[in-house]
Structure formats: structure tokens, C-alpha cells
């Protein structure tokens, strides 16, 4: 049974940091992992993805201020966001899949486990 727990979430002013982590249990190394965020009367968007092979992507938007990673051994996916902005306030959820993405890794349906998600809010 897989299971994701996301933490880290919090409230920090515009150009500071937070690191997210995504806890999982049942989800092996041949998993793809994801963030997605869904401010308020948004769509769920897609933030950035690791693949089991270790290649990362991002939206546009966070490129060069955000970093995935993942720690197999702790079986811990992360979000290490910096130069936070006040349009970084959402929800921040963890994804988990087995299938291939077909490069679309950005498209909510093309994941089968979410965690519950953790709240991040900028302030300007």
C-alpha cells in the first residue's frame, strides 16, 4: 500500500527558503515522484518531477530557484524552494506513479497516489 506524507510547509516572507519533504512508504525506486501545487481557485499544477533514472524537470516558473531531489535510502522525496515569491502560495502536494509519463509529467491524471498536502504561503 503506498502512502505519501508531505511536511515542511509554512510561512515565510518573499526571497526565503523552505525545504518540503514527502515521506513514503510502499513506493520503490522505480516510482516517478512529483510536486503539484493548487493555489485557491487554481488547477493543480504541476511543480516539478524526478524520475526513477534520476532526470528532474520544472515548470518555467520556479527554474533555478527550486531543487527536487530524493533519498532512496530514506525513502524521502524533497522540495528545496528558495527566492520564495509571494505567487508560490499554494498547496504543495507529493505524487507517486509507476506508469510512464509520456513527457507529460506535468498532468495531474498521470498519478495514481497524492498525499494530503502542506501549505505554503509568501508574504510580500
Known amino acids: 500500500q503506498v502512502q505519501l506524507v508531505e511536511s515542511g510547509g509554512g510561512s515565510v516572507q518573499a526571497g526565503g527558503s523552505l525545504r518540503l519533504s514527502c515521506a513514503t512508504s510502499g513506493v520503490t525506486a522505480y516510482y516517478r515522484m512529483a510536486w503539484f501545487r493548487q493555489a485557491p481557485g487554481k488547477e493543480r499544477e504541476g511543480v516539478a518531477v524526478h524520475y526513477m533514472a534520476g532526470a528532474t524537470y520544472y515548470t518555467d516558473s520556479v527554474k533555478g530557484r527550486f531543487t527536487v531531489s530524493r533519498d532512496h535510502a530514506k525513502k524521502t522525496l524533497y522540495l528545496e524552494m528558495n527566492s520564495l515569491k509571494p505567487e508560490d502560495t499554494a498547496m504543495y502536494y507529493c505524487?507517486?506513479?509507476?506508469?510512464?509519463?509520456?513527457?507529460?509529467?506535468?498532468?495531474?491524471?498521470?498519478?495514481?497516489?497524492w498525499g494530503q498536502g502542506t501549505q505554503v504561503t509568501v508574504s510580500s
Open positions: 505524487a507517486a506513479d509507476l506508469r510512464g509519463s509520456d513527457g507529460k509529467w506535468y498532468l495531474s491524471r498521470g498519478y495514481g497516489y
